[in-house]
């Protein structure tokens, strides 16, 4: 019996648990052999996907494609023939198969297809376990299951699509960019891939279009019974500064607030259930800036070591059977949960609402790492560690204090404390931080003198630029891509050179800005998100049996087939000015170009040929105006002044005021 794991640390721990002695290589690939409850048995494995898809087809649409061992297909995966011949070799005198790669769509589709192309399929069957630990994997292998079809087609469904949506939209976003810039670098988009960027790119035009608007707060100092002072803020999201003045003189002219009632209570807050993917992927960069891909890899090295259970779930349930107990009573060996360890045994953990069909939450084996480990490596796992033994520990109990008061029953205001009475949960975990505010004892009646009182001006902010685990996030919301590919569509736009990393933002390129334009002005419907996830859900119609995976396949290419000639006699047929405009930013002395930057011009606004970034800059200048004259009284060249000067107004916008300063243009009636 030939058994197919998806690393060889796998395949080395599968053979540890089933008491293989034997050991040899071949093609420098090493293999563990022996007798498993009286039948003979070799175990070897592959190095992650051994097939891919191709074509023989050099233009677009293409449809017609067909798996081949990757090294054939893709450039940088030679390392992966000694595999394929090792395991075509074993297969020779094999009877039966067992596909013992990770227990996902992904792992399917790999034991699948190497078990279809060397072996036999009808002679196959399914090892699910979601821990490398010798007991579960025992366990796995005396109730081997028939090959999970549901899965297989499931993921070979997901394959298909990606490939024909990568390989014939890439293909004609390089067609575009050799007619018109003879460009002929590989450049890349897919049907999650593109959405990903474009949500990008739409957060970095708003963000450098971004014109602040303002708004005003009245703020004040009072006076408590006790002598201690109270910073608050007695209204805000005023229109304009003559009403914050005009309820600035009321206060003043009041002098002291009353204290109409005060409501204590105690709030408990339960800890987070276990980690899932998702989840940890968000605190690890929250808390250790460490990347969703990095996470996976870290948490895929800490899953083979055999010290945490499969990483790649969306689940934040632990089973039933889960001896628990055992897990803590471990974990207590290791200085750091120690103390933390006596208060979770015999307890229940906090389940999340999130399940997988495939594998549990994320939680540590019970089998201790060898130490020391490296840093990040270190720091992943005690994450994981801290978050379990959380699951099964007392609320945080926090004391809150509501105050209502008023200024003579004109100025209603409230003020708000919170002190942590039981820090539970927190002291194992304590990277949430529960922000404290102190305030006197007060009582109804009393009185709050008014020390000082003033005015501040509030200017609206941009929305901050993605990072790669709040990109993330979004792909997870909108429901695209799995909780397995999502980090590595991010670190493939960062590759194709569409963004750059700076200070752990994603920062779009000009390539990127202009891959963008022509998506969106080429392929909107193509590339649109809701289009991405209701693939997504036809995928998954397959993996419930639903659907099947030709009709889903069929119904992609029907879809796709027109929209993609449709353009390809666009390209063709348009000049190149033409083509040039739809990208939006490139710089050319062929079309008219933006006053300011030099590139291809998009429209007028205040009266200047400018570029789509200066052009939507311009326009929003223009009508943010109308408010900051209502608020402030002032001409359109003192706005554009105070532009200049505002640190959170966008790139663009402080382009666009710096010219109309320097020209002296004026709209102020128009």
Known sequence: MLIIAEKPKAARKIAGALGLKGFGRVYGVPYWYGYYRGEYVVVSSTAGHLFTLVTDRHSYPVFEYRWVPRWEGERGASFLKKFYSALKALARGAKAFVNACDYDIEGSVIGYLIIKELGDVRRAKR??????TPQELRKSFQSLMPLDWDMIESGLCRHELDWIWGINVSRAIMHMFRRVMSYRKPLSAGRVQSPALQQVINREIERRTHVPLPSYSVVAELVAPNGEVLKVDLAAGLRTREEARELMARIKAIGYAIVKNVVKKDERIAPNPPFNLPDLQQEASRIYGISPAEVLRLGEGLYLDGVISYPRTNSQKLPPTLDTDSILRSLGRLSQYSSFVPRAIGRRPVQGSKTDPAHPAIYPTGQLPKLPMPERKWRLYDLIVRRFIASFLDPVIVS????????????????????????????????????????????????????SVKIKLQLSRAPKRYTKASLLRWMESVGIGTEATRAEIIETIVRRGYVEVKSGYLIPTELGFQVAFALSEFFSEITDVSLTRKFEEEVESVRLGRKRRADVVTE??????????????????????SLLRALKVVKDEVVPRCVICGRVSYGESLGLPLCVMHYIAAEKMCESYRRWREAEGISFGDFARRLLKMRSAGDYVREVAEYVVTHGLNISDK
């Open 400 to 451: 809150t204090v509501n105050v209502d008061a008023a200024f003579d029953d004109v100025v209603c205001f409230k003020i708000k404390g919170r002190v942590v009475k039981s820090r539970g949960w927190l002291d194992i975990y304590p990277f949430t931080d529960i922000k404290e505010t102190r305030v006197p004892l007060l009582s109804p009646g009393d009185e709050l003198r008014l020390k």
């Open 556 to 577: 992609a290419k029907e879809f796709l087939e027109p929209r993609l000639n449709h353009v390809k006699e666009l390209i063709d047929s348009r000049d190149r000015a």
């Open 127 to 132: 090892a699910k376990f979601s821990s490398l």
